[in-house]
């Protein structure tokens, strides 16, 4: 086996590889030039695999492919997604009257049933039974189920708990009066199935 040139072949193939996997899509141009790169590697690695003349398919010639505006792109692509990664990672801060904070704020006991109260859900109405929708509609939503339907698209939408709690105190606690002393249970109740989303 020559291990110089196994060596050099599997280089390739992965830089070649990781070029065309960097935006999750790939053509079949890529796939065949793809398989060229690793049926080339095998015939490299010697006798223990069988050439491709062995396996009566037709030799494929590799085009010469220049390695600098590869590099380049793939330089570009990995800067543009840092670029985006560090878009996203910027939470929209926003100062939050302390009072609607407090409403917003839930406590995790320390107790194995408290513990065992916030595992991960994937989707806060889904979540809920069909009584706690319906009671949930008509206390903090007004009765209307498409303002109840609007705020758990959007809740199930955020990357993080800061994000959802954000959006309840700009877009909801007001409007939907949950600073009434009457509603403060069923709001926290509420904000443990949105805490549990981001878990």
Sequence with gaps: MDIEKAS???AKLNKFYDWITSDGEVNDDEK??????????YDSIGDTVATVKELNRPEITLP???????????KEVIEEK??????????????????????????????????????AIKDISKSM????KIFTVNELFGGSQAAF??????LNG??????AKNYLAENVVESQNWQ???????????????YRKYV
């Design 82 to 119: 840092v670029e985006v990664v560090q878009e996203v990672k910027e939470v929209k801060k926003v100062k939050i009257d302390p009072k609607i904070s407090s409403i917003l704020e839930i406590e995790i006991g320390q107790e194995l049933s408290d513990k065992l109260s916030v595992t």
């Design 64 to 74: 010469t492919v220049k390695e600098e505006p590869i590099k380049e792109e793939v």
């Design 149 to 154: 339907e609007d705020s758990m698209q959007k």
């Design 158 to 163: 955020f990357s993080n708990f800061e994000e």
């Design 180 to 194: 009434d002393p009457e509603k403060l249970k069923k709001v926290k109740t509420l904000m443990k199935l949105v």
């Design 8 to 10: 050099k072949h599997l």
């Design 129 to 132: 039974s069909i009584n706690e």
């Design 32 to 41: 065949e030039l793809l398989k060229a790169y690793v049926v080339n590697f």
